[in-house]
Protein backbone atom coordinates (compact mmCIF):
# COMPACT_ATOMS: atom_id res chain seq x y z
CA UNK A 1 0.00 0.00 0.00
CA UNK A 2 3.04 2.31 0.93
CA UNK A 3 3.80 2.09 -2.99
CA UNK A 4 0.65 2.91 -4.06
CA UNK A 5 0.33 5.73 -2.21
CA UNK A 6 3.31 7.57 -3.58
CA UNK A 7 2.11 6.75 -7.43
CA UNK A 8 -1.71 8.14 -6.68
CA UNK A 9 -0.18 11.86 -6.82
CA UNK A 10 0.56 11.20 -10.73
CA UNK A 11 -2.85 10.23 -11.74
CA UNK A 12 -3.68 14.30 -10.89
CA UNK A 13 -0.81 15.20 -13.68
CA UNK A 14 -2.75 15.24 -16.79
CA UNK A 15 -5.57 17.46 -14.99
CA UNK A 16 -3.14 19.93 -14.16
CA UNK A 17 -1.59 19.77 -17.33
CA UNK A 18 -4.87 21.05 -18.89
CA UNK A 19 -5.22 23.98 -16.80
CA UNK A 20 -1.71 25.70 -18.02
CA UNK A 21 -1.38 28.53 -19.38
CA UNK A 22 1.53 30.46 -21.06
CA UNK A 23 2.87 33.99 -19.52
CA UNK A 24 5.44 36.08 -19.23
CA UNK A 25 6.35 37.78 -15.65
CA UNK A 26 7.40 41.15 -15.05
CA UNK A 27 10.20 39.76 -13.29
CA UNK A 28 13.30 42.26 -11.72
CA UNK A 29 16.65 41.03 -13.09
CA UNK A 30 19.33 42.12 -12.70
CA UNK A 31 22.23 40.83 -15.20
CA UNK A 32 25.58 38.78 -13.35
CA UNK A 33 28.93 37.71 -15.09
CA UNK A 34 28.73 34.04 -16.21
CA UNK A 35 32.00 32.03 -16.63
CA UNK A 36 32.31 28.71 -18.46
CA UNK A 37 35.68 27.15 -19.36
CA UNK A 38 36.53 23.33 -19.27
CA UNK A 39 40.33 23.35 -18.48
CA UNK A 40 42.38 20.59 -20.32
CA UNK A 41 45.75 19.76 -18.76
CA UNK A 42 48.38 20.26 -21.85
CA UNK A 43 46.18 22.73 -24.14
CA UNK A 44 45.66 26.63 -23.51
CA UNK A 45 43.32 27.66 -21.55
CA UNK A 46 40.03 28.95 -23.11
CA UNK A 47 37.09 30.74 -20.92
CA UNK A 48 33.69 32.14 -22.38
CA UNK A 49 32.62 35.38 -20.68
CA UNK A 50 28.63 36.26 -20.41
CA UNK A 51 26.42 37.64 -18.52
CA UNK A 52 22.80 36.38 -17.31
CA UNK A 53 19.61 36.93 -18.99
CA UNK A 54 16.09 36.20 -18.45
CA UNK A 55 14.58 33.05 -20.50
CA UNK A 56 12.40 35.53 -22.50
CA UNK A 57 15.40 37.32 -23.48
CA UNK A 58 16.98 37.06 -27.03
CA UNK A 59 20.60 35.21 -26.93
CA UNK A 60 22.23 38.46 -27.68
CA UNK A 61 21.47 39.56 -24.50
CA UNK A 62 24.31 37.55 -22.79
CA UNK A 63 26.91 39.29 -24.49
CA UNK A 64 29.42 41.01 -22.78
CA UNK A 65 32.14 42.95 -24.50
CA UNK A 66 33.72 44.64 -22.18
CA UNK A 67 35.04 42.23 -19.54
CA UNK A 68 38.84 41.84 -18.53
CA UNK A 69 40.26 37.89 -17.86
CA UNK A 70 42.49 37.04 -15.66
CA UNK A 71 43.84 33.61 -15.09
CA UNK A 72 46.15 32.44 -11.85
CA UNK A 73 47.79 29.27 -11.34
CA UNK A 74 49.15 28.32 -8.14
CA UNK A 75 48.33 32.00 -7.18
CA UNK A 76 50.01 33.40 -9.90
CA UNK A 77 49.21 35.85 -12.57
CA UNK A 78 49.54 33.98 -16.12
CA UNK A 79 50.31 34.90 -19.79
CA UNK A 80 47.91 34.64 -22.38
CA UNK A 81 49.64 31.37 -23.61
CA UNK A 82 49.27 29.67 -20.51
CA UNK A 83 49.28 26.33 -20.72
CA UNK A 84 48.13 24.15 -17.39
CA UNK A 85 49.59 21.12 -16.39
CA UNK A 86 48.26 19.07 -13.72
CA UNK A 87 47.52 19.35 -10.28
CA UNK A 88 47.85 23.20 -10.98
CA UNK A 89 45.39 25.00 -9.25
CA UNK A 90 43.89 27.60 -11.12
CA UNK A 91 41.66 30.76 -10.77
CA UNK A 92 39.77 32.58 -13.30
CA UNK A 93 38.66 36.19 -12.55
CA UNK A 94 36.30 37.93 -14.77
CA UNK A 95 35.32 41.74 -14.38
CA UNK A 96 32.94 43.82 -16.35
CA UNK A 97 31.71 47.73 -15.60
CA UNK A 98 28.66 46.72 -17.21
CA UNK A 99 28.07 43.13 -15.56
CA UNK A 100 30.21 43.01 -12.16
CA UNK A 101 32.89 40.65 -11.52
CA UNK A 102 33.17 36.66 -11.01
CA UNK A 103 35.51 34.39 -10.28
CA UNK A 104 35.79 30.78 -9.98
CA UNK A 105 38.67 28.26 -9.43
CA UNK A 106 39.78 24.89 -10.02
CA UNK A 107 42.09 22.01 -9.42
CA UNK A 108 43.59 20.08 -12.29
CA UNK A 109 43.01 16.06 -11.93
CA UNK A 110 46.30 13.89 -12.07
CA UNK A 111 45.79 11.88 -15.11
CA UNK A 112 46.00 8.10 -14.06
CA UNK A 113 48.05 5.25 -16.00
CA UNK A 114 46.84 4.26 -19.43
CA UNK A 115 43.96 2.15 -19.39
CA UNK A 116 44.54 -1.88 -20.22
CA UNK A 117 42.57 -2.58 -22.66
CA UNK A 118 41.17 -6.18 -24.22
CA UNK A 119 38.82 -6.40 -26.86
CA UNK A 120 37.05 -9.03 -29.07
CA UNK A 121 34.68 -9.25 -32.00
CA UNK A 122 31.41 -11.40 -33.08
CA UNK A 123 28.41 -11.41 -34.48
CA UNK A 124 30.26 -10.96 -37.96
CA UNK A 125 28.21 -9.77 -41.21
CA UNK A 126 30.15 -9.78 -44.21
CA UNK A 127 28.38 -8.29 -47.65
CA UNK A 128 30.38 -7.19 -51.47
CA UNK A 129 28.45 -5.12 -53.88
CA UNK A 130 27.34 -6.92 -57.15
CA UNK A 131 31.03 -5.51 -58.89
CA UNK A 132 32.94 -7.00 -55.46
CA UNK A 133 34.61 -3.36 -55.66
CA UNK A 134 33.11 -2.14 -51.97
CA UNK A 135 32.66 -4.15 -48.93
CA UNK A 136 30.31 -4.16 -45.96
CA UNK A 137 30.86 -5.33 -42.63
CA UNK A 138 29.11 -4.98 -39.65
CA UNK A 139 29.90 -6.54 -36.63
CA UNK A 140 29.62 -6.80 -32.70
CA UNK A 141 32.52 -5.10 -30.47
CA UNK A 142 33.55 -6.17 -26.81
CA UNK A 143 35.81 -4.04 -25.17
CA UNK A 144 37.19 -4.41 -21.54
CA UNK A 145 38.79 -1.30 -20.26
CA UNK A 146 40.79 -1.66 -16.90
CA UNK A 147 41.65 1.53 -15.15
CA UNK A 148 43.89 1.94 -11.64
CA UNK A 149 42.38 4.47 -9.40
CA UNK A 150 44.47 6.43 -7.02
CA UNK A 151 43.22 7.02 -3.38
CA UNK A 152 41.22 9.61 -2.53
CA UNK A 153 37.87 10.83 -4.47
CA UNK A 154 37.70 10.80 -7.65
CA UNK A 155 35.80 11.59 -10.86
CA UNK A 156 35.82 10.56 -13.84
CA UNK A 157 34.78 10.62 -17.78
CA UNK A 158 34.76 7.96 -20.46
CA UNK A 159 34.98 9.13 -24.03
CA UNK A 160 36.08 7.65 -27.46
CA UNK A 161 36.87 8.28 -31.17
CA UNK A 162 37.35 6.50 -34.37
CA UNK A 163 40.44 6.89 -37.47
CA UNK A 164 39.20 7.04 -39.93
CA UNK A 165 36.08 9.21 -38.39
CA UNK A 166 32.69 7.79 -38.95
CA UNK A 167 31.81 8.72 -42.24
CA UNK A 168 33.65 10.46 -45.18
CA UNK A 169 31.80 11.62 -48.35
CA UNK A 170 33.21 10.97 -52.06
CA UNK A 171 32.49 12.17 -55.28
CA UNK A 172 29.20 13.62 -54.15
CA UNK A 173 27.49 10.50 -53.65
CA UNK A 174 29.63 6.83 -52.41
CA UNK A 175 29.75 7.09 -48.06
CA UNK A 176 33.06 5.19 -46.44
CA UNK A 177 31.83 4.36 -43.24
CA UNK A 178 33.94 3.21 -40.58
CA UNK A 179 32.32 3.07 -37.13
CA UNK A 180 32.39 1.42 -33.65
CA UNK A 181 28.32 1.64 -33.28
CA UNK A 182 26.28 2.01 -30.56
CA UNK A 183 26.98 2.11 -26.90
CA UNK A 184 25.03 -0.18 -24.63
CA UNK A 185 24.97 1.81 -21.82
CA UNK A 186 23.05 -1.01 -19.20
CA UNK A 187 26.12 -3.18 -20.10
CA UNK A 188 28.27 -1.44 -17.90
CA UNK A 189 26.59 -0.97 -14.17
CA UNK A 190 28.83 2.31 -13.51
CA UNK A 191 27.25 4.73 -15.50
CA UNK A 192 24.00 4.42 -13.64
CA UNK A 193 25.44 4.77 -10.15
CA UNK A 194 23.85 8.05 -9.78
CA UNK A 195 20.49 6.82 -10.54
CA UNK A 196 18.25 6.47 -7.13
CA UNK A 197 16.10 4.00 -6.78
CA UNK A 198 12.73 5.81 -7.39
CA UNK A 199 14.75 7.13 -11.02
CA UNK A 200 15.00 3.40 -12.25
CA UNK A 201 11.57 2.84 -10.78
CA UNK A 202 10.28 5.36 -13.11
CA UNK A 203 12.32 4.44 -16.01
CA UNK A 204 15.56 6.54 -15.40
CA UNK A 205 18.33 5.09 -17.44
CA UNK A 206 22.12 5.73 -18.33
CA UNK A 207 21.94 6.34 -21.92
CA UNK A 208 24.30 8.89 -23.15
CA UNK A 209 26.10 9.43 -19.93
CA UNK A 210 29.57 7.88 -19.50
CA UNK A 211 30.71 10.09 -15.73
CA UNK A 212 31.11 7.82 -12.86
CA UNK A 213 33.15 7.83 -9.60
CA UNK A 214 35.34 5.57 -7.55
CA UNK A 215 33.29 5.69 -4.98
CA UNK A 216 32.26 1.53 -5.60
CA UNK A 217 36.46 0.98 -6.24
CA UNK A 218 38.20 3.68 -4.52
CA UNK A 219 42.10 2.97 -4.80
CA UNK A 220 41.54 -0.18 -6.63
CA UNK A 221 41.31 -1.38 -10.23
CA UNK A 222 38.07 -1.41 -12.01
CA UNK A 223 37.11 -2.66 -15.71
CA UNK A 224 35.31 -0.88 -17.68
CA UNK A 225 32.32 -3.34 -19.65
CA UNK A 226 31.62 -1.47 -23.14
CA UNK A 227 29.42 -3.36 -25.58
CA UNK A 228 29.14 -1.92 -29.20
CA UNK A 229 26.15 -3.04 -31.61
CA UNK A 230 26.24 -2.36 -35.03
CA UNK A 231 29.44 -1.50 -35.98
CA UNK A 232 30.03 -0.58 -39.64
CA UNK A 233 32.90 -0.84 -42.13
CA UNK A 234 32.31 -0.03 -45.58
CA UNK A 235 35.06 1.11 -48.23
CA UNK A 236 36.56 -0.27 -51.20
CA UNK A 237 37.92 -3.23 -51.27
CA UNK A 238 41.51 -2.43 -52.63
CA UNK A 239 41.46 0.65 -50.57
CA UNK A 240 41.56 -0.34 -46.77
CA UNK A 241 42.37 2.17 -44.25
CA UNK A 242 44.17 1.58 -41.07
CA UNK A 243 41.01 1.77 -38.71
CA UNK A 244 41.08 2.39 -35.09
CA UNK A 245 39.47 3.03 -32.09
CA UNK A 246 40.73 5.87 -29.33
CA UNK A 247 39.13 5.28 -26.05
CA UNK A 248 40.03 8.13 -23.11
CA UNK A 249 39.24 7.79 -19.39
CA UNK A 250 39.05 11.74 -18.54
CA UNK A 251 40.18 12.33 -14.80
CA UNK A 252 37.86 15.42 -14.20
CA UNK A 253 37.39 17.49 -11.18
CA UNK A 254 33.96 17.51 -9.17
CA UNK A 255 31.97 20.67 -11.24
CA UNK A 256 32.77 18.96 -14.09
CA UNK A 257 30.54 15.72 -12.41
CA UNK A 258 28.43 17.68 -10.90
CA UNK A 259 27.31 19.63 -13.82
CA UNK A 260 26.69 16.46 -16.08
CA UNK A 261 24.89 15.12 -13.06
CA UNK A 262 22.38 17.99 -12.42
CA UNK A 263 22.57 18.19 -16.47
CA UNK A 264 20.72 14.25 -16.55
CA UNK A 265 18.43 15.60 -13.42
CA UNK A 266 17.17 18.20 -15.22
CA UNK A 267 16.96 16.32 -19.28
CA UNK A 268 16.38 13.17 -18.20
CA UNK A 269 15.27 13.11 -14.23
CA UNK A 270 12.01 12.65 -12.15
CA UNK A 271 12.68 14.70 -9.84
CA UNK A 272 12.55 17.80 -12.03
CA UNK A 273 9.28 17.34 -13.25
CA UNK A 274 8.26 16.35 -10.10
CA UNK A 275 9.33 19.62 -8.70
CA UNK A 276 7.63 21.42 -11.79
CA UNK A 277 3.95 20.03 -11.04
CA UNK A 278 4.08 21.19 -7.07
CA UNK A 279 5.24 17.58 -5.79
CA UNK A 280 8.45 18.19 -4.64
CA UNK A 281 11.41 20.69 -3.99
CA UNK A 282 13.05 22.69 -7.31
CA UNK A 283 16.24 20.94 -8.51
CA UNK A 284 18.38 24.79 -8.55
CA UNK A 285 21.24 24.85 -11.94
CA UNK A 286 24.63 23.93 -10.66
CA UNK A 287 27.65 26.40 -10.38
CA UNK A 288 30.41 26.98 -9.04
CA UNK A 289 31.15 30.48 -9.73
CA UNK A 290 30.92 33.42 -7.46
CA UNK A 291 27.83 34.80 -9.32
CA UNK A 292 26.12 32.16 -9.30
CA UNK A 293 26.21 31.73 -13.38
CA UNK A 294 28.47 29.48 -15.01
CA UNK A 295 31.02 25.92 -14.50
CA UNK A 296 34.81 26.31 -14.30
CA UNK A 297 35.78 22.20 -14.72
CA UNK A 298 39.21 20.63 -15.35
CA UNK A 299 39.95 17.36 -16.84
CA UNK A 300 43.32 15.52 -17.70
CA UNK A 301 43.17 12.86 -20.18
CA UNK A 302 44.78 8.90 -20.53
CA UNK A 303 44.28 7.54 -23.75
CA UNK A 304 44.50 3.74 -24.97
CA UNK A 305 43.77 2.48 -28.50
CA UNK A 306 42.77 -0.50 -30.22
CA UNK A 307 43.89 -1.61 -34.00
CA UNK A 308 40.32 -3.21 -36.16
CA UNK A 309 43.08 -3.28 -39.20
CA UNK A 310 43.98 -7.00 -39.62
CA UNK A 311 39.93 -7.88 -38.36
CA UNK A 312 38.94 -6.01 -41.09
CA UNK A 313 41.28 -7.59 -43.86
CA UNK A 314 40.48 -11.14 -42.26
CA UNK A 315 37.73 -10.79 -42.53
CA UNK A 316 37.25 -9.80 -46.14
CA UNK A 317 37.01 -12.45 -48.31
CA UNK A 318 39.49 -12.83 -51.38
Not at 2 to 30: G, N, Q, R
Not at 68 to 94: C, F, M, T, W
Not at 113 to 137: F, M, R
Not at 264 to 283: A, K, N
Amino acid sequence: MAILKKIYPFLFIPLLTSCEEVFTPDMPHTPVLCINSLITAGEAVEAKISKSRLYTDSPDKSEVKDASVRIYANGELQPDLYIPNESDHIKIVAESPTAGRAESDVTVPKAIPAPEIDWETSDTYYQEDENGAYVYLCFKLNVRLTIKDPKNENYYKLSYTTTPDNEIETDGYEIHVFSIGDLKYDMEPIFSEHIGIFESIMGGDSYGFTFFTDRQFNGKSYTLHLVFDNCRFNYRKDAIPECKAHFTINSISPSYYNWANYLWQRDRGTLVELGDYGFGDPIWGYSNVSSGAGVVAAQSQSTCTIDLTDFIKGSIVQ
